[in-house]
């Protein structure tokens, strides 16, 4: 299943990331943990969503309220001086005959400016990635292993850095920066609109679906003064099986966080290895 940079995360989401035990690497290496994900069979009939009942249709325009709200989201998100957050999610992978099966996983975070912890546990994979001004690690919880490198003064930069020269993808980070100066993804929309009000654990949300070349997309936000994305929908087109992830997110708004928190502190039996670059990167 591939998805466009990080909008799982969330990346999440949350997707298994490319974090390993020898490296870090856009093409993860085989390791003790186990791997899921087969090739897709050739598509069918019934691998397609049906558009025909009472669902609506994709709308095959951009709406720009419906951009505008995911900006306003962003540009929210990003004047929090801090963060904490909780998700739920649940990713597809597909056999080699074409069949969708569900994994479960969980993520947390701690966010606050510069700094942030990243928590991503399931029956998997779990990943731990720690940023706290001055250093960026990734440690595997059940593996032993870490890594730690150098890293820019501020979360955003730290967000380019890692992927560009590091390949890691953090989960759901695209949440944050649909307000950014340098947001391209925007101009490739192929459709965005509104589908009303939703009531999520009893909060009344906006529902918005967005298209893009390789994936359809839904985030449910919070209506007024406070627009924190409540739920995250994506499929995948590139497969013909359409596989899915879901997540739901759970906010705390400005708690109280240490700098105690956002540093990585490794147990005795930890072991340090080196964060592997792309091919050609120096």
């Not at 870090?24 to 019934?46: V, W």
């Not at 340098?182 to 009893?202: C, H, M, P, S, Y």
């Amino acid at each position: 299943m591939t998805i466009s940079r990080s909008i799982l995360l969330v990346t999440a989401l949350v997707v298994p990331l490319a974090a390993t035990t020898s490296a870090c690497q856009k093409k993860a290496a085989t390791t003790g943990e186990k791997q899921a994900q087969a090739p897709a069979a050739p598509a069918t009939a019934a691998s397609f969503p049906d558009w025909s009942g009472e669902a609506p249709a994709p709308q095959g325009k951009v709406d720009p309220d419906a951009v505008q709200a995911i900006q306003q989201m962003s540009k929210y998100l990003s004047s929090l001086n801090t963060i904490r957050l909780d998700t739920q999610g649940t990713l597809d992978v597909v056999t080699a005959d074409g069949q969708r099966i569900q994994m479960d996983g969980t993520t947390n975070y701690e966010v606050r400016k510069p700094g942030f912890v990243i928590k991503y546990t399931s029956d998997k994979k779990d990943r731990n990635f720690y940023y706290d001004g001055k250093q960026f690690t990734v440690y595997s919880p059940n593996l032993g292993y870490y890594a730690s490198v150098p890293a820019p003064a501020t979360n955003s930069e730290v967000l380019d850095t890692v992927y560009n020269r590091y390949g890691i993808r953090l989960p759901l980070e695209d949440l944050f920066r649909w307000n950014d100066s340098n947001a391209k993804r925007i101009e490739n929309f192929r459709a965005a609109f509104n589908l009303g009000t939703v009531t999520l654990d009893g909060v009344k949300t906006t529902h918005y679906a967005f298209r893009e070349p390789d994936v359809d997309w839904e985030v449910w936000i919070d209506q007024g003064d406070k627009p924190l994305p409540r739920k995250l929908s994506i499929v995948d087109r590139t497969d013909p099986a359409r596989p899915a992830f879901t997540t739901r997110l759970k906010w705390t708004v400005n708690p109280a966080l240490s700098a105690a928190d956002f540093t990585f502190v490794p147990g005795p039996q930890a072991m340090k290895i080196e964060m592997a670059q792309y091919k050609g990167q120096e």
